[in-house]
């Protein structure tokens, strides 16, 4: 029996995701958290709906649902569990729970679209930030994904990408009620989890949120 703390990952299979598909960034993510957290993955949306902080304090949403809709159970359980203390990573495509206005609203920002897949360069913005120990610049293969911004949902933007000489948010975070939440946008294929850098942005991220659990 495992004592870990448990990370949920909920994402979809290849035949409805060619794009996205779980199991390749289930494997990375698992081998990234190591024997830090216990990594849980389902394509199961209903894991939405029955979330609870007790047995996953933190949830990844690496959906693929651009053109399909969450039920209201799931985006009711999805908004219950992040408004009453528990933490949200968005992963790349997860921003895909768009879809429902509310998620949209707690995730506080909308996919707009990406030019094509092309080389980018990363930079930590926000100097001292816990998210960003011992993380450098980086450069990776990856969608530039461009997003409009709510105006309504304070946030802070940690990191930035390059595309045609201006710079571009990839990574932000802020509350929601008593919960967190954070954005990342590299996660497009298994290779975008290869470069060092990113691989400790993502474990800083899930110790972050573990350090801050909400009874």
């Known amino acids: 029996m495992t004592n870990l703390m448990k990370i949920l990952l909920v994402g979809d299979d290849a035949s409805i995701a060619p794009y996205h598909p779980l199991e390749p ?46 039920t209201a159970s799931q985006t009711a359980g999805l908004l219950t569990f992040v408004a009453g203390g528990g933490n949200l990573i968005v992963l790349h495509s997860g921003i895909s729970i768009q879809r429902s206005y509310e998620l949209l ?34 450069s990776v293969d990856e969608e530039p994904y461009m997003f409009e ?27 929601y009620a008593l919960g967190k939440i954070i954005y990342l946008q590299p996660g497009h294929h298994a290779p975008s989890f290869d470069p060092p850098a990113y691989r400790q942005l993502l474990l800083n991220s899930a110790r972050w949120l573990a350090a801050r659990r909400v009874e």
């Open 25 to 70: 960034v289930s494997a990375k993510l698992a081998a990234i958290f190591g024997d830090e957290f216990e990594l849980v993955s389902t394509d199961n949306y209903d894991a939405f709906a029955d979330l609870k902080r007790s047995e996953f304090p933190i949830c990844i949403s690496y959906t693929d649902c651009w053109n399909r809709d969450l």
């Open 105 to 138: 609203q707690m995730v506080g920002a909308k996919f707009m679209h990406h030019p094509p897949f092309q080389t980018l360069s990363y930079y930590g913005i926000e100097e001292g930030h816990p998210l960003l120990e011992g993380v450098t610049n980086f």
């Open 149 to 175: 911004f709510d105006p309504f949902t304070p946030k802070t933007v940690f990191l930035t990408y390059e595309f045609e000489g201006a710079r571009y948010p990839a990574g932000w975070e802020h509350d």
